[in-house]
């Protein structure tokens, strides 16, 4: 079986990771891959690594709005070329890139569009995605929430789609050394360390956290620390955020970083302050490596920490919960945090491990080329 993936980017995001995650699984089961992207593939991004492993990678190189008609041409010339079964569209770009594509092409592919996040734009998005919901094959939803309100509003046709979370490999973690934050940042013996890995934008909501971080400073006499491990748009305005409230002793930016499994391993706990989400690959990443989570209710998030089993949820953009909570899980004992790691990768195996993710689109794609 042929699949290309139709993505905006090879960026080291949830989305994309996710995507290529699941190349590499199909490709070892004996699939035929390969990918287009629209942007300039990034200088630090996945398309070495696919090339590197036999996966082909086609970039359009539409980094501006205005030159993608020019682009579309060799788009389609390319899908004439590689012939593949599957067409998987990941993101908002994308897919609808791919639903005109297919309304009028000749070729005999099947549509898959998968979308990511519970928002994914305001009135004009939405009108385009119910304007076209005949068009895909099938349509995917990685959060449930999203899926159910996507089928609600009328944007995706429900006897045409489903909700397939993202996935987490397992063994990503295992035998993996704990990267030393006291060490590396000279912390204070007994510091409690926190750890975000998400891309510094507007989505995960940062100025939440940094509210909640300057709460957490007048509610507690231990050390601690929030680390950020990510790079984004917003990196200069969060930096400067971060200096004018005074935080640099409780905020510690790390840029991006490749060895996300050690500074799991390495953390207390796992945050995330975003205001809009799917199902998060790196919550579903820290909860294999057995790190308990404060999270807002964003996305699935909610169904993924069950509140004060294997973390604690606060609602969206509410910065003194989010604090209080940060509070309660610094002040768990080291037995306590124990098991409610071991309570998050538990339910990340049960509910989220790769291989049977994997198995689920092999069945959607094998049920729609028969």
Not at 24 to 29: C, S
Not at 290 to 307: H, M, Q
Not at 341 to 370: L, N, Q
């Amino acid at each position: 079986m042929k699949v290309l993936f139709f993505i905006t980017g090879l960026g080291y995001g949830g989305a994309e990771t996710e995507t290529v995650n699941l190349a590499y699984e199909l490709k070892k089961r004996g699939h035929e891959i390969s990918f287009i992207t629209i942007i300039t593939p990034y200088a630090n991004g996945y398309e070495t690594d696919l090339k590197n492993n036999g996966i082909p990678v086609h970039a359009l190189h539409v980094n501006e709005k205005k030159n993608l008609a020019f682009a579309l041409p060799r788009l389609m010339k390319w899908i004439k070329q590689e012939r593949p079964d599957i067409i998987h569209a990941q993101m908002y770009a994308p897919n609808i890139i791919s639903r005109l594509l297919k309304k009028f092409s000749s070729s005999n592919y099947y549509l898959i569009n998968t979308i990511q996040n519970t928002i994914e734009g305001g009135t004009l998005r939405k009108i385009a995605y119910r304007m076209t919901s005949g068009i895909p094959n099938f349509v995917s939803h990685v959060s449930r929430r999203g899926y159910n309100n996507y089928t609600g509003a009328n944007l995706i046709k429900k006897e045409t789609s489903g909700f397939i979370p993202n996935s987490v490999g397992m063994s990503s973690f295992a035998d993996v050394k704990a990267f030393d934050f006291h060490a590396d940042l000279n912390l204070a013996p007994g510091t409690f360390v926190f750890l975000a890995v998400a891309r510094l934008e507007r989505q995960k909501d940062y100025p939440t956290l940094f509210k909640a971080v300057d709460s957490l400073r007048k509610m507690t006499d231990k050390p601690f620390v929030a680390c950020i491990a990510g790079i984004g748009t917003l990196e200069k305005e969060l930096h400067e955020q971060v200096e004018a409230m005074g935080l640099q002793q409780y905020i510690r930016f790390l840029g991006l970083r490749k060895d996300v499994p050690n500074l799991m391993k390495g953390a207390d706990s796992f945050i995330m302050s975003s205001e809009w989400e799917g199902t998060s690959l790196s919550l579903l990443e820290a909860m294999s490596a057995s790190l308990p989570a404060v999270v807002t209710n964003a996305g699935d998030n909610e169904f993924v920490v069950i509140d004060g089993v294997n973390g604690y949820v606060s609602n969206i953009n509410e910065a003194q919960p989010f604090a209080e909570n940060l509070k309660k899980m610094m002040e768990r004992s080291s037995g306590e945090l124990l098991e409610m790691g071991t309570k998050s990768k538990e339910m990340a195996k049960e509910k989220f491990d790769r291989s049977r993710i994997v198995d689920r689109w092999v069945e959607e794609y094998e049920k729609r080329t028969k």
